[in-house]
DNA sequence: TGCCAGGCTTCAC
DNA sequence: GTGAAGCATGGC
């Protein structure tokens, strides 16, 4: 267990953002986060400290990035024209929201699954995906899935993985951890690409868009000028500033937009 | 119960 | 290059 003071932090405000889909609220002030193969518990407990079920190195080496507990959030917030009425209200409603760093292969297919589904929906999948192909993970909190790699994703075949409720995804998915395999993609190399390289190598791939692949780029490789614009963005983006984003916001375009999405999601 | 969801591919034009 | 049709399925 490790206890740690975290300001500008809001586990809620994440857990709904749709950036990630396994961080779930299993009490008021409690969650839990499966993220690759790790299981962590989180409490909040008064004046912004937490109780993590992990030790202080596993936080220092891998939560602490995976939540981008060093960026300066108020320094993204500056960036908001005071006179810009809407996003200010989005910022004050999204107080303690993060890019995460994710998990680059879960976050492809968690964002191929995303594609016309609602949240809840994409939600649904994953844990069944988990559940069917992912390593079994019991502690004293409970029994947990791993999300499974590639390798175990194709060793279920089509007809086991169609029954996650993918519907036409699944093909998506099959090839794309097909490819996995075959070409031995090296996730870590993408790290090296600018964001036009790597949006098209993204999109090279079946079932894989402008969109999801800008989900992506922003949530697994924190290319923050990458706005993925769906629904809600684009109601937004026509809605409150005529169809354009301002050209102060597009240096932090991805953050600028969670903000939107968190706001504008659940407020219409 | 019909409509919508963190869209993409295919096919006209 | 742009626009529209078709797509599977869960959730409300």
């Given at each position: ?205 079946k079932g894989i868009g402008i969109k999801v692949a800008s989900c992506i780029a922003l949530f697994a490789f924190h290319r923050v000028s990458i706005c993925p614009k769906d629904v809600w963005i ?35």
């Amino acid at each position: 267990m490790y206890k740690v003071k975290i300001s500008n932090f809001n586990l809620s405000t994440i857990a709904d953002s749709g950036q990630c889909f396994r961080l779930n609220k299993v009490d008021e002030g409690t969650f839990n986060l499966i993220t690759k193969d790790k299981f962590l518990r989180i409490k909040e407990l008064p004046n912004n400290y937490y109780l993590l079920s992990c030790g202080k190195s596993e936080f220092d080496n891998y939560y602490s990035f995976y939540f981008d507990l060093k960026s300066n959030y108020v320094k993204y917030i500056k960036i908001c024209n005071k006179k810009d009425k809407f996003l200010s209200k989005c910022i004050e409603y999204g107080k303690g929201l993060r890019i995460l760093n994710q998990d680059i292969f879960e976050t492809i297919i968690s964002f191929i699954i995303s594609q016309r589904k609602s949240i809840k929906a994409i939600k649904t999948s994953i844990e069944k995906l988990c559940k069917l192909s992912g390593k079994k993970i019991v502690n004293k909190y409970g029994v947990f899935y791993s999300f499974p790699d590639a390798k175990s994703i194709l060793k279920m075949g089509k007809a086991k993985l169609k029954t996650c409720g993918l519907g036409y995804r699944t093909d998506y998915i099959y090839n794309f951890c097909n490819a996995v395999i075959l070409n031995k993609i090296n996730f870590d190399k993408l790290k090296n690409l600018n964001d036009e390289d790597l949006l098209s190598f993204l999109m090279s791939f079946k079932g894989i868009g402008i969109k999801v692949a800008s989900c992506i780029a922003l949530f697994a490789f924190h290319r923050v000028s990458i706005c993925p614009k769906d629904v809600w963005i684009n109601r937004v983006i026509q809605n409150e500033y005529n169809g354009r984003i301002p050209n102060a916001y597009i240096k932090y375009a991805g953050i600028i937009q969670q903000y939107w999405f968190n706001y504008y999601r659940l407020n219409h």
